[in-house]
């Protein structure tokens, strides 16, 4: 059974930057578009990036410009560099396969809170 582990977040003021990190045990999953989601309290998980195997990345207009996503397919690790937070993306992250019948259990993600 694959198990993702995101960590990384924390609490930091606006401005300023967090690294994210999705790794997955069990196996090598990463030849299937994977992506960042976030769930912001009261509010539905909506995919904030992702990227396929041949490195093709996509984001939301809400982190464009902000937000990197990188993959390490050795490691089978997923990375968000995230620069300029702001307190709107405040909220869960979590990884996982962009397809839906391609997706593993969700991890437990990792808080991020940006103060005003």
């Known amino acids: 059974q694959v198990q993702l582990v995101e960590s990384g977040g924390g609490l930091v003021q606006a401005g300023g930057s967090l690294r994210l990190t999705c790794a997955a045990s069990g196996s090598t999953l990463f030849f299937t578009t994977f992506g960042w989601y976030r769930q912001a309290s009261g509010k539905q998980r909506e995919l904030v990036a992702q990227?396929?195997?041949?490195?093709?990345?996509n984001y939301a207009a809400s982190v464009k410009g902000r937000f990197t996503i990188s993959r390490d397919s050795a490691k089978s690790t997923v990375y968000l560099q995230m620069n300029g937070l702001k307190p709107e993306d405040t909220a869960v992250y979590y990884c996982n396969a962009v397809v839906e019948s391609r997706r593993f259990p969700w991890g437990q993600g990792t808080q991020v809170t940006v103060s005003a």
């Open positions: 990227i396929n195997s041949r490195g093709t990345t």
